[in-house]
Each structure stands twice: as structure tokens, then as C-alpha cells.
């Protein structure tokens, strides 16, 4: 990490901070994890509520919303 290497290992840590938990989310992907997550719990809720039934349970997303 060049920010390591710039203010060294004591103030690295600090100031760096940022990017090292920019870099940990990069690999752990946690908070895409967590939003697939809230997705399906809320789908579920929909479902148990009777708003979502039969073919509308599963629908894939629309192709231009990537």
C-alpha cells in the first residue's frame, strides 16, 4: 500500500485507515452480502403477506437495470 509506505507503519494505521477497510470490503464483500440479504428478507415478508403470488414470487430484474 503506497499510503502505508508514505507515512509509515504508526501513522499508517491511522491515516490509512480508510483504505485498508476499503480494501477488506473489496474482498469480503460483506455489504453486498448484507444487501442480498435484506433483499430476500423483504421479498419473503412480501410474500408471506399475500403481495407476492404464484409467478410474481421469483421475477428476474429487468435487463437495463445493471
Known amino acids: 500500500m503506497d499510503c502505508l ?3 509509515g507503519l504508526d501513522r499508517g494505521r491511522v491515516k ?3 483504505l485498508f477497510d476499503d480494501f477488506h470490503e ?3 464483500m460483506t455489504k453486498q452480502f448484507k444487501r ?3 433483499m430476500r ?3 419473503d415478508r412480501q410474500i408471506a403477506e399475500g403481495k407476492l ?3 410474481e414470487k421469483y421475477v428476474s430484474p ?3 437495470s445493471y
Open 41 to 43: 428478507k423483504e421479498r
Open 16 to 18: 490509512c485507515a480508510h
Open 26 to 28: 473489496c474482498q469480503t
Open 5 to 7: 509506505e508514505a507515512y
Open 62 to 64: 429487468r435487463v437495463d
Open 53 to 55: 403470488k404464484g409467478d
Open 36 to 38: 442480498f440479504m435484506a
